[in-house]
């Protein structure tokens, strides 16, 4: 409990809104996904809308229009060669073995793998930290619920922190 209180006081020390973003790319997720708040219909029947995470969620995937993902849990893995997004839920990022390089295998350069709840834990914060210092990652988004990771190779390496 003193884990989630440290590190969510840390987490609103040092996030911003959308002025704060000078990157183009991520200024529009922002601005057009994120504070958006429009009630869009289900983008997938297994997509559970009525939580703020849920509804969360559904604007992303409304705003990327994802076609293939793939959805880790626990060691479970959909096998699919390269996806729209990569979702991790935060009990596989509680294991202590997470090989970065297996889950980016799938990834390509417009791919967006979400971390679900990177604050969780002392570990699934260590795994989040790892994720944001990654060469492979040159964009990385923590909204504190969520983190997204965005290989984008033609971007400068950036860290965002947002408040939703």
């Keep these: 409990m003193i ?7 840390k987490f609103l020390w040092n996030s911003k809104n959308e002025h704060g973003v000078h990157s183009p790319f ?20 297994k997509l559970e809308t009525k939580t703020k995470k849920g509804k969360f969620l559904n604007r992303l995937f409304h705003y990327f229009q994802f076609e293939k993902g ?17 979702y991790i839920d935060s009990t596989y990022l509680n294991d ?22 990177p604050h969780n834990s002392k570990v699934t914060e260590k795994h989040w930290k790892s994720v944001v210092a990654s060469s492979n990652f040159n964009v990385t988004i923590d909204t504190y619920s969520f983190g997204f990771a965005f290989i984008r190779k033609a971007q400068v390496k950036e860290r965002f922190t947002i408040r939703v």
């Design 26 to 45: 991520v200024f529009l997720l922002v601005t057009k996904c994120f504070y958006d708040k429009t009630n869009f219909k289900p983008y997938s029947p």
């Design 70 to 86: 793939i959805y880790i849990s626990e060691n479970k893995k959909n096998e699919t060669l390269k996806v729209d997004f990569i």
């Design 3 to 9: 884990q989630l209180i440290t590190s969510y006081l």
């Design 96 to 117: 202590q073995n997470i090989e970065l390089e297996s889950i980016i295998a799938f990834a390509n350069n417009e791919t967006c793998i979400i971390f679900e709840n």
